[in-house]
Structures are given as structure tokens and as C-alpha cells.
């Protein structure tokens, strides 16, 4: 049983940046290729970015290209979410991801495991 902790989330003004963290315990991290979604009050919870296993391949939203990187640490466990140019729409509770497949999660079916979710809010 893997056990996801996210942390990072804030109140930040339009423009700014944030880097969520994800930690993992319970599991070797390098066995699950990982992903951030998010999901907006009133909205279906929605890809983000996610990473291979080893990290060399990154798979990003149209909304987050450009802005985001996802990025992986296996030897500390632990996922990270650069956000940069952050607007008012990417306020959502994140969530990290864990699947035990090889290839970048893109989708929220099939998820093995899920973090408890941070809150992200952008002001305008």
C-alpha cells in the first residue's frame, strides 16, 4: 500500500508560481510511473502532467504546457509540480497519482493509488 502526501498548495496572486510536492511512503516509488490532476468545485477531476518511471518521458495538458514540470526524485520519493505563470483557472484541489504502469497516466481511470489533495487557489 502506497501512501501519497502532497504539500505546496497556497493562495498565490495571478502570475506567481508554486511547486507542489508529492512524498510517498509504503512502496518504492520508482515501480509507478506518476501523475498531478485536479479538480474544480463542479468539475470532473482532470489530467494535469505525469512521468514515466524513470523520468524520461513527460506528458502534459494543453492547459499546462509551457507553465508546469513535472519532475521526479526515486531516491527521496518524491514527485514534483513546478507551476509557473500561474492564472486564476488553475484553481483547483491537486492531486497526485501513482499507477503501477510504465508509461505517463493521462487519465484518472485506472489509478492505483491517490494523494489526499492539496488546494491550489490563484487570486486575479
Known amino acids: 500500500q502506497v501512501h501519497l502526501v502532497e504539500s505546496g498548495g497556497g493562495l498565490v496572486q495571478a502570475g506567481g508560481s508554486l511547486r507542489l510536492s508529492c512524498a510517498a511512503s509504503g512502496g518504492t516509488l520508482s515501480n509507478y510511473a506518476m501523475g498531478w490532476f485536479r479538480q474544480a468545485p463542479g468539475k470532473e477531476r482532470a489530467f494535469v502532467a505525469a512521468?514515466?518511471?524513470?523520468?524520461?518521458?513527460?506528458r502534459y495538458a494543453d492547459s499546462a504546457k509551457g507553465r508546469f514540470t513535472i519532475s521526479r526524485d526515486n531516491a527521496e520519493n518524491t514527485v514534483y509540480l513546478q507551476m509557473n505563470s500561474l492564472k486564476p483557472e488553475d484553481t483547483a484541489v491537486y492531486y497526485c497519482?501513482?499507477?503501477?504502469?510504465?508509461?505517463?497516466?493521462?487519465?484518472?481511470?485506472?489509478?492505483?493509488?491517490w494523494g489526499q489533495g492539496t488546494q491550489v487557489t490563484v487570486s486575479s
Open positions: 512521468i514515466a518511471r524513470s523520468g524520461d518521458t513527460t
Open positions: 497519482a501513482a499507477d503501477r504502469g510504465f508509461y505517463p497516466p493521462v487519465t484518472p481511470r485506472g489509478i492505483d493509488y
